[in-house]
């Protein structure tokens, strides 16, 4: 036991800290939960982590000036709706912002760095470093003790720059050593999600959308009761309720169904979120700030079996290689071989299908392609393909929903469709096809209908 298991950690999004009416809304749900010691973690204000990573490529002194401007001119705006003009907390909020901007030049400036990619995470990381004092202000202000901590000083992690991990023993210790002690004067900690540090101290991030995953390790680290996700939607739909018009809530997911649904395009959750709370068998619940009535969604170990398929999810752009060789069932140490390949030049792969004589991956990112095809060619024949997407069904014991292979081939036939590839999970859980992406929008709808509707 890592904590009280009293704890509850609340992570809030760039939509639910930017907005004045979400803001008030968070200072509503810490005020509510402060008997199960809420800690706060939160993301940067929205777009200013693109402004950022613009900012970290810019090159001449105007293009950075006007990068700068901008970030202040987002931060001030929140200053203006939030605070009082001409008040104290507004003209202690602006020179804070002002400080960060001024640190943020020098960085520009500075060769001191043992990376271009360290660098890189050292400048993206001030969005959650500005949004944190700023919504720290804003509870002390609305009269809840509270204060900004950097997770710097919470998550170590390895030194893999622009997406790195976190090192399990010493983020618990330096969690317990740095959150602890404030919990228990009764004061809300507000971490900065999305960075972490490594052993030596330099700043990291741990990728896009990160913030879910700062919340989770945090939550794994110090034993919380729940690790909460708070957003702009009311949960996790069977599908994208901007785009399946009678997509449903989901009440409840185990952990395997939010890691199938995160990794294969659902767009609630980062992918890592999971991993961490299964590790301590923490509940994550997905909630909206702008709907504090709605009950979210839950995801723990139970598997609720009522329904086969619980959701279906796509991902638009995915490119595939087909890798085929005669001897490719007598050769030894295929697979093996092609995916060293694939590793050696930095490819990431989604989805596989492999027959007697071919085997076809998807790719989660191209690395080094040209380099890695060329490989390829030298045992087998290897064809690239792009225009593709995938579509998948997720739901536990999903492959003993009666006729699922001869229903989705049907369905397919019936628009002209046919599947490139298709896979399906050895845990049951995820049956994955890949089709012309621009044919996604029309059969996903109908696949919804068929399998979770009817």
Known sequence: MRGSKRMLVMKFGGTSVTNPLSVAAIAKQVRSNLEQKPIIVVSALSGVTDLLVKLSNASNKGEIQDILAEIRLKHQQWIDNIF????????????????????????????????????????????EKMSSYLISRYLVNNKIQAERLLATKCIITNNNFGGADFLSDETILHSKKNILPLVENEIVPVITGFIGATVNGETTILGRGGSDYSAAIIGYAIGAKEIQIWTDVDGVFSADPRKVTNARLINQLSYQEAAELAMFGAKVLHPRTIQPAVKADIPVRVLNTFNLDNHGTLINHDADNTHHVKAVTWRKDVPLINISSPDMFLSKGFLQRVFAILSENNISVNMLSASEVSVSVTLDNVGNLEDALKQ??????????????????????????????????????????????????????????????????????????QFIIS
């Open 84 to 127: 009082s003009q001409n008040s104290p907390c507004n003209q202690n909020a602006s020179a804070q912002i002002d400080f960060y901007l001024e640190e943020l030049e020098d960085i520009m400036q500075a060769h001191d760095f043992s990376s271009s990619l360290a660098r890189h995470d050292s400048i993206v990381a001030f969005g």
């Open 376 to 449: 390829l060619n030298e045992f087998a024949v290897a064809e690239y393909r792009s225009g593709l997407g995938s579509i998948s069904l997720v739901g536990e014991k999903i492959m003993d929903t009666p006729l699922l292979m001869q229903n989705v081939f049907n369905l397919l036939e019936d628009q002209g469709l046919k599947a490139e590839m298709l896979s399906y999970s050895a845990s049951n859980i995820n049956l994955s096809m890949v089709i012309a992406s621009e044919s996604i929008e029309k059969i996903v709808p109908k696949l919804h209908d």
